[in-house]
DNA sequence: GACAAATATTCGCTTATTCATATATTTTAA
DNA sequence: TTAAAATATATGAATAAGCGAATATTTGTC
């Protein structure tokens, strides 16, 4: 009962980190992009940005699916864009049309 | 630019907390609270209230109105009720009819 | 003013997060 | 099988967030 809670305080606390938050803006405005090209436009170091994937990923949050050397990132959780939105972030509002592309 | 990101990223930080979550959610349910009958309803120390308290009330989602001895809560900040409500808390969905009540 | 109730703040300590750097893994291509 | 590109993980240090216990502040009452 009281796990639940704190199950949702992790959910919060895994959206409350800057670099997190633009990688979900950009999934969710690309609606699946490769680490290698999301390395370029959010501009950190790659094993940082690997750790953040890895935090999201662990929690359900994004899922990842290789294409040869590469990696794509999707985000999974269908609660995010209206959270992200609800919380004033821009990003959640546009690229709503993208998520079906690419997908199978 | 970023520095909106910053705050946004503090935003879920913030309710990154079960404690929090609670006063939260017990403040939606109720609209106005004091201090003395969250206290017995959350049970945890005093002290330990107080500062999750002064978290949410420095950052603007909650507001204090002291009467007398006392002081009343309430969420001050528009957003929280539909970001709660997205992220799954139940509490969320109830009581918001109260939120007009116990106003002055 | 003295005291009690209600609430807030401070202090030292412990635990969680985050970062940078280095290194490992996987895949493709030669 | 060697090399390079893409991505992930491990390690140790720095910073932030948390708690309990003690103390401070404010208000009402006598």
Redesign the interface.
Known sequence: M?DA??E???????????I???ILCLLLREGRQCVCRMLPELDVPQPTLSRHLAVLRGHGYIEDEREGAMVFYRVSDS?MR??LA????PCACAGQDKKQLGGM
Do not use: S, V, Y
Not at 8 to 18: E, I, K, S, V, Y
Not at 86 to 89: F, R, T
């Open positions: 009281q809670l704190k949702q305080a992790r959910f919060f606390r895994d959206l409350g980190h800057p997190r938050l633009r609660r209206t959270i609800a919380a004033g972030l």
